[in-house]
Nanobody, 119 residues
Framework: QVQLVESGGGLVQPGGSLRLSCAASGIILSIKSMGWYRQVPGKQRELVAAITSGSSTNYADSVKGRFTISSDNAKNTVHLQMNSLKPEDTAVYYC?????????????WGQGTQVTVSS
């Protein structure tokens, strides 16, 4: 019912930057929160950063001070600015959004976008 489209992933050198974007579309009455998660083979998916409709933010300890999450509520869009990237940031990054649709709640995930940090 609600679709998420991600963009901005790619290959970057250590110390470089990338900006991920995610736009939600569909019949949306309200979004409670949007966020970014990442996953590497053999490990659990983990929260990277999240932001609520009230602009409250949450960050994983490993990215604090380096990543910044922001949103454009009018466009149902969330961004993740990633600076000072490290090889350990390499993962598939997934966008998530949850909230209220026309008649029921939703919890949607994007397809995922690869971020590779390597020299």
């Amino acid at each position: 019912q609600v679709q998420l489209v991600e963009s901005g992933g790619g290959l970057v050198q250590p110390g470089g930057s990338l900006r991920l974007s995610c736009a939600a579309s569909g019949i949306i009455l309200s979004i409670k929160s949007m966020g970014w998660y990442r996953q590497v083979p053999g490990k659990q998916r983990e929260l990277v950063a999240a932001i609520t409709s009230g602009s409250s933010t949450n960050y994983a300890d490993s990215v604090k001070g380096r990543f910044t999450i922001s949103s454009d509520n009018a466009k149902n869009t969330v961004h993740l600015q990633m600076n000072s990237l490290k090889p350990e940031d390499t993962a598939v990054y997934y966008c998530n959004a949850n909230g209220l649709g026309l008649t029921r709640s939703f919890d949607s995930w994007g397809q995922g976008t690869q971020v590779t940090v390597s020299s």
